[in-house]
């Protein structure tokens, strides 16, 4: 299977792109990496040249390796990044990616873990997503799912499969086959923002009794329910929400690994997450985001932090 992988970033998020890259070529990946970004490219980027090749205005290649393309792809859009996923996967399947058999899409705060190979393997069964651990129990019947149903009626479309967990959206393994998960999950972004009223520029505006309270994530689950495409769901170890996860590691939340002052969130009782700790060991090769020596201050760091939070820590 030819398979690429992409993600979306702006602001400070561009941190995290080099440990995803690093963390997937380290584990097998070769080819092409799509990064859409909206605003000024990173200094690290400078490398970085004008591709005409790819079809895209604007976009540049910076090539990582001999076997390892980045290409930066500016994007347009009103949307917060995480509501532009789908939109941003199937515009690349129609462009640059048009010759691959998956794309995967990850979130910049995620680092890899496991061989490149099983993706692949993952994306050949179904589109392939991983369980939250927040609300990760959601039967069928459970009153947002309900109310989804409704949702689900207004595109026309029926409920396919009933799923019992609620997804986490900042993983997405699409072959080209499955294309049509990607259509659904656009169109009910759109039917959240038009008759739901929910504000395409904020990732979570409402509480939880809100049909959509986070635009992206709800809406993929709802594409979920009712595509025609197959899936192939892991439960929340995947993403690292859990203990014994080898396949991803998601730094979720505030803090990001590249914005945390360890030993001082350590004396607030928040030792070093693994996800922190995973980033900070794919940070060096083959993108050198920080000088070696900074590398190695804040390894130390995680260390002393570490051994602060066995006698310090909220858990």
């Not at 076997?67 to 532009?84: G, K, N, Q, R, S």
């Not at 409920?159 to 900042?170: K, L």
């Not at 992206?216 to 929400?241: L, T, V």
């Amino acid at each position: 299977m030819a398979a690429s992988v992409c993600t979306l970033f702006e602001k400070h998020f561009h941190k995290g792109v080099p440990g995803l890259i690093n963390s997937l070529y380290k584990n097998g990946f070769r080819g092409d990496f799509y990064a859409g970004y909206r605003g000024p490219l990173p200094k690290w980027s400078e490398n970085a040249t004008d591709n005409p090749d790819l079809g895209w205005a604007g976009a540049k290649t910076m090539r990582v390796a001999n076997d390892l393309c980045l290409h930066f792809i500016p994007v347009t859009t009103e949307y917060h990044l995480a509501h532009y996923k789908p939109a941003f996967m199937l515009n690349l399947f129609k462009g640059p990616a048009k010759a691959v058999d998956a794309l995967a899409y990850f979130d910049p705060d995620i680092v890899n873990l496991c061989r490149w190979g099983f993706y692949e393997k993952w994306m050949s069964y179904g589109v392939a997503m991983v369980h939250e651990v927040v609300s990760n129990d959601m039967p069928a019947t459970h009153p947002s799912r309900m109310e989804w149903y409704h949702i689900i009626k207004k595109i026309n479309r029926q409920p396919q499969r009933m799923i019992n967990s609620y997804i986490n959206a900042g993983f997405c393994g699409v072959a080209a086959a499955n294309k049509e998960f990607l259509k659904v999950w656009i169109q009910v972004i759109e039917v959240a923002i038009k008759e739901y009223n929910m504000d395409a520029a904020t990732f979570i505006e409402y509480d939880r009794t809100s049909a959509f309270y986070s635009i992206d994530q709800d809406a993929f689950n709802i594409a979920a329910m009712c595509c025609d495409s197959p899936i192939s769901e892991m439960g929340p170890e995947a993403m690292g929400f859990v203990n014994s996860g080898w396949t991803m590691s998601h730094s979720t939340g505030s803090p990001k690994p590249w914005t945390n002052k360890f030993i001082l969130s350590a004396l607030k009782g928040n030792p070093p997450s693994r996800p922190h700790k995973d980033y900070w060991s794919n940070i060096s090769e083959p993108i050198s985001l920080y000088s070696s020596s900074y590398v190695s201050l804040k390894k130390l760091e995680i260390i002393l932090a570490s051994l602060i939070g066995r006698f310090y820590s909220r858990n």
